[in-house]
Each structure stands twice: as structure tokens, then as C-alpha cells.
């Protein structure tokens, strides 16, 4: 595409691939490809974690010439195959990012999936038997793999890619008695502490489109039964731009 003074972000989540190529969003993602500067899918890129599944989103991608960034969700991790997944959409020109961090156009990436254990003060504590302990540990670990890679970066505009929920707003909508299993505020510092630009997830299919962490960044869900609920006379992403950042050395 051409170039402008901004750089646009299509951002979509929850696609869910399946094997039957009839059932999967193919129009979605060629419109996504055809609107944006670049690509974010932030999980549940697959139905199963089946590398077949995996193959049918890379047959949608075929012949991008923009680069694209994704992080996992918990059905990509179905299977128990998220490394072949990832091996095949890195084949197919797609960058998984798992606590690590990417700068393209200018924006630097910063992506983990994330994980549950609730918000704010009913957020779950690590307290009593050892599997919550455990349940626990892995959303404090996601939680330190954001803020790594946050710390990587050096551009002024920074995005952050989840899968579950740093903020309670956008799963507002869900059954309250499922918002644990759908985010955790203990992601919500990093993304405060880096005066993150934006932060985009999926996961909760009956949420909010957007939010704000208690700093004021803001927060996505862009999942895409949501968004085909949200905008139903337009294509289901979301397009987010940011200012392009003069080339290094330029006035």
C-alpha cells in the first residue's frame, strides 16, 4: 500500500480455523489484508490446535506483502501441536510473538497470550491447594512476559497483542460468573508502566469493544463474533492507526 502519515493496524482475534474450508472467515482476513499497513491476529487462530487448521489461515495469507504478528490462544494450545502450528504460520509469513517483542514501520510489538485469574479485587490469589497455586504462577508468568517484552522497546508507539483480558470492561457482557477464566489485571500493570499505545485481545466473544486500563490505555477486544455483532454493515476487524514515525535522521 501506500505510503502515508499513518500506519494502519487491522487487528482481529478468535477466527477459529477449522479443517472444512467452508466454515472458515476467508473474506475477513483478504479484507484485513487489502485495508492495512499490517496484521494482527491475537489467538484462537485455529479451532483445535490441528496443524491442518493452521494451514487453511496460511492459504488466506498467501502472497501478503504485509508483514503480520500473532500471538496464541487457548485453542491453538488444544491439540497439544502449538509448535507445529507455529512452525507453519511462520512458514506462511506470520510472526508469532510469545514474550517477545517486534519493531515494524516504526511501532514496536510487544505479544503473549495471557491467561485467566480475574480482576481487580476479586482477582484469584495463590492460597491453598497446589493447582491453584499453579493456575496462579501461570497467569503471574504471562504477566512477567508482557512486561519483558514491553521493556525491549525503544519506539514511541508501542502495542501490546493478548489473547485474554488485561481489563474487566471488555469482558463485560460474558456471564460474570466467567470473567476469571477470561482475563487477569495482572496484566494490566505492564501495559501502564510502558504507556503502551494500545492493547488489542480476543477471547471473550460477548464482551465490550473497548475499555481502558486505570493508566488510560486503551483496550480492544477484537474478537470476531464481537465485531460482527458491533459492525454488522462493514467487514469484522478492527482498523487502528498510528502516527508513521519520520525515518531516522529526518527533520
Known amino acids: 500500500m501506500a505510503a502515508t502519515d499513518r500506519v494502519r493496524i487491522a487487528a482481529v482475534s478468535d477466527v477459529h480455523y477449522r479443517r472444512e474450508a467452508p466454515a472458515n472467515p476467508h473474506q475477513v482476513i483478504r479484507e484485513a489484508l487489502q485495508a492495512a499497513d499490517i496484521l494482527v491476529l491475537c489467538g484462537d487462530l485455529t479451532d483445535h490446535g490441528l496443524p491442518e487448521e493452521a494451514h487453511q489461515l496460511v492459504r488466506d495469507l498467501e502472497n501478503s506483502d504485509i508483514p503480520m504478528l500473532a500471538v496464541l490462544g487457548n485453542h491453538d494450545y488444544e491439540a497439544g501441536r502449538c509448535d507445529e502450528v507455529c512452525a507453519i504460520l511462520a512458514e506462511g509469513g506470520v510472526r508469532v510473538l510469545d514474550g517477545e517483542a517486534f519493531e515494524v514501520e516504526g511501532i514496536g510489538f510487544a505479544g503473549t497470550k495471557g491467561f485467566g485469574g480475574g480482576f481487580g479485587r476479586r482477582t484469584l490469589e495463590p492460597w491453598g491447594e497446589s493447582t491453584i497455586k499453579q493456575f496462579v504462577q501461570e497467569a ?90 458491533d459492525f454488522p454493515d462493514r467487514p469484522p476487524f478492527y482498523l487502528y492507526e498510528v502516527p508513521r514515525e519520520p525515518p531516522a535522521g529526518s527533520e
Not at 508501542?158 to 463485560?172: D, G, M, N
Request: proline share 8%; glycine share 8%; hydrophobic share 40%.
Open 140 to 229: 503471574v508468568n504471562e504477566a512477567m512476559k508482557l512486561e519483558l517484552a514491553l521493556a525491549r522497546l525503544r519506539t514511541p508507539q508501542r502495542i501490546a497483542l493478548l489473547h485474554y483480558a488485561p481489563v474487566q470492561s471488555t469482558v463485560e457482557g460474558e456471564p460474570p460468573e466467567i470473567f476469571a477464566f477470561l482475563g487477569s489485571s495482572r496484566l494490566e500493570e505492564p501495559l501502564d508502566r510502558y504507556e503502551v499505545t494500545a492493547a488489542f485481545h480476543g477471547h471473550a466473544h460477548r464482551g465490550t469493544l473497548q475499555g481502558a486500563t486505570r493508566g488510560g490505555v486503551p483496550v480492544f477486544n477484537i474478537s470476531l463474533p464481537l465485531l460482527r455483532r
